[in-house]
C-alpha cells in the first residue's frame, strides 16, 4: 500500500497521488471524464461533467444531494488533463487536478487534491485513496466493494500523515 503524500501550502493541504492502471490511456481518461463511468467508482448518486473549461461539475458521492462537490471546469485537455474547482458544503474551496499519462498498455494517473482545510486533509486522503482502490477495480472488470471499509482502513495512517506534512 503507498500511500498519498501530504504538503503544505500556507495553512492548507494538498495530497497527491500517482497510481499505476493496468488500462489503456482512453480507457483511464472515460473512467474519470465520463458521468456514467464516473457512477461506477465515484459518484454512485451521478456525476456531470460538462467537458469544457467553464463547463458544470458536479459529483454526488451518495445517493441524495448531501454528499456533492461542485464546481467549474478550470483545464480539460484530452485525454490527459482535467482540473476542476472542488466546493463542498462547509469547506472552503479547494481545486483537484487529475493528469494521465500513456506507460505502454498501462496508465500513469496523478491525482492532485490542492488547499484542502487541515481539519479535512486526513479524511480527503484516505477517502481519495479508497476511491482510487475502487477505480482500480472499475478498471479490471471488478465490483469496487465497500468503500467505507477502505476508507476506515486507511484513515489512521493519513491521520499520521496530515499531521506530519512538511
Do not use: N
Not at 490527459?80 to 494521465?100: A, C, K, P
Not at 479490471?140 to 468503500?147: H, I, K, P, Q, Y
Not at 471499509?149 to 512538511?166: G, H, I, N, S
Amino acid at each position: 500500500m503507498i500511500l498519498g503524500a501530504y504538503r503544505l501550502e500556507g495553512d492548507r493541504r494538498s495530497i497527491r497521488f500517482e497510481r499505476e492502471y493496468d488500462a489503456p490511456l482512453d480507457d483511464v481518461w472515460a473512467a474519470v471524464t465520463e458521468p456514467d463511468r464516473l457512477r461506477r467508482w465515484l459518484a454512485v448518486g451521478g456525476a456531470v461533467l460538462e467537458p469544457r473549461v467553464g463547463g458544470r461539475f458536479e459529483l454526488h458521492m451518495a445517493p441524495g444531494e448531501d454528499e456533492t462537490a461542485w464546481g467549474a471546469v478550470l483545464a480539460f485537455e484530452p485525454p490527459h488533463l482535467l482540473e476542476v474547482e472542488w466546493r463542498y458544503e462547509g469547506e472552503d474551496q479547494s481545486v483537484l487536478r487529475i493528469e494521465l499519462e500513456p506507460r505502454g498498455a498501462r496508465t500513469l494517473l496523478v491525482l492532485d487534491h490542492r488547499l484542502v482545510q487541515a481539519a479535512q486533509a486526513a479524511g480527503y486522503g484516505a477517502g481519495w485513496h479508497a476511491y482510487l482502490d475502487a477505480l482500480r477495480d472499475d478498471l479490471a472488470g471488478r465490483e469496487a466493494g465497500a468503500w467505507d471499509e477502505r476508507f476506515q482502513d486507511r484513515l489512521e495512517d493519513y491521520r499520521r500523515a496530515a499531521a506530519t506534512a512538511a
